[in-house]
């Protein structure tokens, strides 16, 4: 107060003088809170260096253009909001610098709002060089934002959002106020880093608007942003108003579109789309009216259908508002396409997504796919879409767009940009313009914040740590073992007496050419699955002989706690055998809230087991969840085993998922899935599963291979199977209309039953 009121006096006495703007340094929250009620234009609060715990800031006030309210750190990133820590912003003409969000999660529905309270939204106000990294909240179904901007007129710049595990968008715009619409918000020059796979709608990475008021306009700039594998669902970015332009944006390894969603008049031009030939890696996907999508540029992209290219979508005829309004009068003008699967007209037509696009141009782009793959493809009427110079090489035409593009062999070259571009001087129009400009990782986010590398996930840290037999061994080892680790069994046998936690990346493994090592365990489960937990199995036995009778019996399982990181499980040359003592004992079994990125069950054998190999079907709520996005089982023999080799489950009628994607390849199945506790029907159940190839499996007086099909387009292959003794695989179609979809070829049936045999 007496600062404030000698401030007062010396502009009293000196009126000549420009007022002069204070610096307050504060160390905790009480002085914070204190500094706040005092500010004034151009007034600076500096947050000292150090860990700021459960500190629920806000900054309101009056600045002024050029004369801002100033929150920042003593020293760029050196502040650190921990615990249950949020960020509010009212007032007008704010600046937030400096702070990073890590180790903890908002209380909050977000982490950083541009509004103090429902009628105090921020305005001219700006947020640049924070960071939020891993402040996800810790069940992953447990839905916020990290940021939600309000009011007009803010600017988002030059931060880092990293690694966001828990539904719901990264990043929103809302319109749900007279004031925040119109807004002319500015997003630029951030790091979008890594968003892992969510398994269910709500992974998007940025959205502006809502389905209910994407009528209006927000006029929200997206500039010169990096989007680094932000992969969370089938919306990268999801536009769901008017009036916005994404220019010169970079998606890296990203699987999903830039959607636009609901609302028209939006500009998305200049940005560029490199997929790294990643799975799902897509570029726009285009519905409503008036869009303008012009000399993007697009290589590597391996998605298809709704994570397509260039995906332009039919629409309802007089759509609800949360449908999808149909495509007319859109630009769609000299894109480059290039080594990329699929570029396709009318996605999505149905009987209730029957108008096709109408007044659109398709002109001057430059497509080319991969040989030997369908590249371009239309699924209803294109006689609304006007197409004109487009040139095209490399994959498939479907016929009746063959008339509608120049196909012929193009010689590219790199441009300094490092972007391919046609060397014929006569294609100069044709595709990107020469000078896109690729932005650099190095021009984004905050400059002294490392951005995440891609590392692989077993064998990181490069330390063998040899393991010796007897009792416990092996946990102390795993205790003691950091994370990316391999530990080596010499041969013998190990006798673990409780169950393992694993909660880094850790690789267990028999020493190469001697005899494997046999582990026995003495507690329901041997391995438990916690936050931050992979684990590769390599050259071991697995016996269950020890093991107590217990119900859930699973020789691997994921904690009861939910699980923010996606992990990693693999099994090679593994034997397990004897999991007998109850009911249903399980090899691996997945746990709500819990998704495995990828398992991997290769040349291993199990044998007497009561329960299923694996269990991933703990979501089953039906809201399009799931437990594991990918699934590789292949070359291994399963003998006398009670449940399923395999039971997947993805209900409900969810559009949002890339998976699950399922390998299931070369292996035998004797005397599988008739036990009475397997509820599945088959001994192989897949449920909703998007991606399906059983390919050269040999099946011998087991249960049926069970398909259930939900919604979407499901890609299933059953191919080159011999049934022995085996009744013939159960295909159901539970949404979709007419013959199950199921490409079969090559498989054998021995019609061998024996009576007295059935199920
Ligand atoms: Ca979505």
């Not at 109850?582 to 087991?609: C, E, M, P, Y």
Request: glycine letters at 12%.
């Amino acid at each position: 107060m007496l600062a404030r009121l000698g401030l007062v006096i010396v502009i009293a006495c000196c009126m000549a003088l420009p007022l002069k703007a204070e610096d307050y340094l504060v160390r905790n929250q009480s002085e914070y809170a204190q500094r706040l009620k005092q500010l004034e234009a151009g007034d600076t609060i500096i947050l000292a260096n150090g860990e700021w715990r459960d500190f629920e800031m806000v900054v309101t006030g009056k600045g002024a253009k050029g004369n801002p309210i100033t929150v920042r750190s003593q020293d760029a990133g050196k502040v650190l909001l921990t615990g249950q820590s949020s960020l509010r912003i009212g007032g007008e003409y704010i600046l937030v610098s400096g702070l990073v969000f890590k180790d903890g999660y908002s209380p909050r529905g977000e982490v950083i709002a541009f509004r103090r309270s429902k009628t105090d939204t921020a305005h001219n106000s700006r947020v640049t060089e924070t960071v939020i990294d891993g402040f996800s909240k810790p069940d992953r179904y447990d839905d916020d934002r990290w940021v939600t901007i309000y009011g007009r007129s803010n600017r988002f710049d030059h931060n880092n959002l990293i690694g966001k595990t828990n539904k719901g968008v990264t990043l929103a715009v809302r319109l749900d106020s007279e004031e925040s619409r119109e807004n002319n918000h500015l997003i630029d020059h951030n790091y979008f880093g890594p968003r892992p796979v969510l398994g269910s709608n709500g992974g998007e990475t940025l959205r502006i608007g809502t389905s209910k008021y994407s009528m209006f306009n927000s006029n929200s700039r997206v500039e010169n942003n990096v989007f680094d594998r932000t992969s969370g669902e089938v919306e990268i970015i999801s536009s769901k108003s008017g009036g916005n332009v994404f220019r010169g944006n970079v998606f890296l390894q990203s699987s999903g579109t830039l959607t636009l969603r609901h609302g028209d008049n939006n500009v998305v031009e200049g940005n560029v789309f490199l997929g790294s030939g990643k799975d799902y890696t897509g570029g726009i996907r285009v519905i409503n009216r008036f869009q303008t999508i012009r000399g993007n540029y697009m290589e590597g992209l391996r998605g298809e259908a709704f994570s397509s290219a260039l995906a332009i979508m039919n629409g309802v005829p007089n759509s609800p508002v949360n449908r999808y309004v149909e495509v007319e009068g859109a630009t769609i003008e000299n894109n480059t396409i290039v080594d990329s699967r699929r570029v396709a007209f009318n996605v999505g037509a149905d009987e209730e997504r029957s108008a096709a696009p109408s007044k659109t141009s398709f002109a001057n782009n430059l497509l080319g796919g991969l040989d030997g793959i369908s590249f371009l493809e239309s699924y209803d009427d294109i006689s609304g879409i006007a197409f004109a110079g487009n040139r095209h090489s490399g994959g498939d035409v479907q016929p009746q767009l063959a008339d509608k593009v120049m196909s012929g062999a193009i010689e590219m070259s790199r441009g300094a940009s490092g972007l391919l571009y046609p060397t014929d001087e006569a294609l100069a129009d044709v595709g990107a313009p020469r000078d896109l400009r690729v932005l650099g990782l190095n021009e984004v986010g905050a400059p002294w914040y490392p951005k995440p590398a891609n590392l692989p996930v077993f064998g990181g840290s490069g330390n063998i740590v040899s393991v010796q037999p007897g009792e416990d061994t092996l946990v102390a080892a795993i205790a003691a073992a950091k994370d990316g680790d391999v530990l080596e069994l010499g041969p013998g046998a190990y006798i673990v007496n409780r169950t393992i936690p694993i909660d880094k990346s850790l690789t267990v493994r028999g020493a190469a050419g001697k005899a494997k090592p046999v582990i026995q365990f003495g507690r329901p489960s041997l391995f438990e699955l916690q936050e931050g937990g992979d684990l590769q199995l390599q050259k071991l036995v697995i016996d269950g002989a020890l093991a107590p009778d217990s119900v859930g019996n699973s020789m691997i399982k994921t904690t009861s706690f939910p699980i923010q990181s996606n992990m990693e499980i693999e099994l090679d040359q593994v034997e397990v055998r004897g999991l007998v003592v109850n009911k249903s004992f399980n090899v691996i079994t997945l746990g709500k809230s819990a998704l495995a990125q990828r398992v991997a069950i290769t040349n291993s054998s199990f044998s007497d087991i009561t329960g299923a190999v694996l269990s991933a079907s703990a979501e089953t709520e039906d809201y399009g969840q799931y437990n594991v996005e990918y699934l590789d089982i292949s070359g291994n023999s399963f003998t006398n085993i009670g449940g399923p080799v395999a039971s997947i489950y993805r209900g409900g009628r969810d559009e949002s998922t890339f998976g699950p994607n399922v390998v299931i390849a070369e292996n035998s199945l004797t005397n599988v899935g008739k036990a009475p506790t397997n509820g599945t029907g088959g001994s192989i159940h897949l449920h909703g599963v998007q991606i399906a190839k059983v390919d050269r499996n040999q099946f011998d007086g087991s249960l049926p291979l069970r398909i259930v099909h939900t919604v979407g387009t499901p890609k299933t292959q059953v191919t080159s199977n011999v049934f022995d003794n085996t009744a013939a695989p159960l295909f159901e179609e539970l949404i979709f209309e007419g013959e199950p979809r199921v490409e079969q070829s090559g498989n054998e049936a021995f019609d061998t039953i024996v009576v007295g045999d059935a199920q």
